[in-house]
């Protein structure tokens, strides 16, 4: 059986191309290896027009690791976070403030709720000690867009430094510099860039990065640290995840032939379009509004037909080499299937039909919730 096509928020999809990167073994120390590396973290910060003001710092690791790296090291010891919250990867940053001995606060909305840029702005004029915010661009709880832009703004507008968890979004939807001033900026390799799954990366201003030194409750997330063993010798300090990186550079070249950032979001778009047209006639009801539906993952609402069973749904489209992801919410019953990977009308297309035999061979009459 040919490996499943994986409808997930990551690991996703690659290439042929980006798997076969991964065949040769490369020398840490090695200079074709560190030409990768250099190309790799000047790419990353044009992806975000912010190539003249940040740099980009991989860490090894999924893309947790990233973003507490990000904490860790930009919020002081005698800093205060305040994190925008409507899920599960809202409320991670929260603990890993906790984690990391840092004061932090939070406004928290429902999952399918916006974060609230009037709620930041009463926030931070009711608290001066608040010295970064935290939000999440594409909330992949439910699959929401957060408004980053206004979150920006407000946050700006007061003074204080802005902490973007850009996870599932970075590289297929808009994040620059110019619309959006972020201090620092979190993702990961095995996302929208379509590469293995081994290292995430910030990309952080210099200024405050180089302001940062000694604030880290890490070594091995120690941002500051990183960056100047990258500014020495452009190596890494520890042994890096050679192959994945090595992989990542091929993703990187496949991401900037589609069209870089507007290429791919394009197809994520129509890949969206297709599965939630094609759900919808099925009787499946999305969670969100299409203004909020980020082109990533969407969220369904589970059938209230007696014959539909998640598990036994999942493992018959997993047979007809379809892998879905189970629902994270509080606030509704739901499952999840995603729009990204090296997936494409074809395919989105094909999932829809699997979909549709499986509800007709479980004697589902509708998707209807």
Request: charged share 20%.
């Amino acid at each position: 059986m040919p490996d499943p096509l994986l409808l997930t928020p990551g690991p996703l999809t690659t290439t042929r191309t980006v798997k076969e990167a991964m065949l040769r073994d490369y020398g840490s120390r090695d200079g074709e290896f560190i030409a990768i590396n250099t190309h790799m973290r000047a790419r990353l910060t044009q992806l975000v027009d912010a190539a003249g003001t940040h740099v980009a710092v991989p860490v090894q690791g999924s893309g947790t690791f990233a973003v507490e790296a990000m904490i860790g090291t930009l919020v002081p010891r005698t800093g205060r976070l305040l994190v925008l919250v409507n899920g599960a990867y809202g409320k991670r940053m929260v603990r890993i403030a906790e984690v990391a001995g840092r004061s932090v606060t939070m406004i928290e909305t429902p999952e399918d709720v916006p974060a609230s840029p009037a709620a930041l702005d009463a926030a931070l004029a009711a608290d001066p000690t608040v010295s970064h915010v935290a939000v999440v661009q594409c909330e992949t709880t439910a699959g929401l867009l957060n408004p980053v832009e206004d979150v920006a703004r407000v946050t700006a507008t007061h003074g204080r430094r802005l902490l973007i968890d850009a996870m599932s979004s970075f590289g297929a939807l808009p994040l620059s510099r110019a619309t959006v001033p972020f201090e620092a900026v979190a993702a990961s390799s095995n996302k929208c860039l379509q590469g293995a799954p081994g290292f995430g990366f910030v990309i952080v201003d210099r200024d405050a990065l180089a302001a940062a030194a000694g604030n880290a409750h890490a070594l091995t997330l120690d941002l500051h640290d990183q960056w100047r063993g990258f500014e020495a010798n452009a190596q890494w300090r520890f042994t890096p995840p050679t192959h994945v990186i090595a992989a990542f550079g091929r993703a990187l070249a496949e991401h900037e032939a589609e069209g870089g950032v507007e290429g791919r979001g394009r197809r994520y778009a129509d890949n969206c379009r297709i599965l939630v047209d094609g759900m919808r006639t099925l009787g499946f009801q999305t969670l969100l509004p299409d203004a909020l539906q980020a082109p990533i993952i969407v969220t369904f609402r589970m059938p209230a037909d007696p014959a539909f069973v998640f598990a036994e749904f999942y493992d018959r489209l997993r047979e007809r080499g379809f892998v879905i992801y189970p629902g994270k919410l509080t606030v509704a019953d739901s499952f999840r299937i995603g729009c990204i990977g090296q997936l494409g009308a074809a395919e989105m297309t094909a999932a829809v039909a699997a979909v549709r035999a499986t509800l007709a061979e479980m004697g589902v009459a509708s998707g209807a919730p």
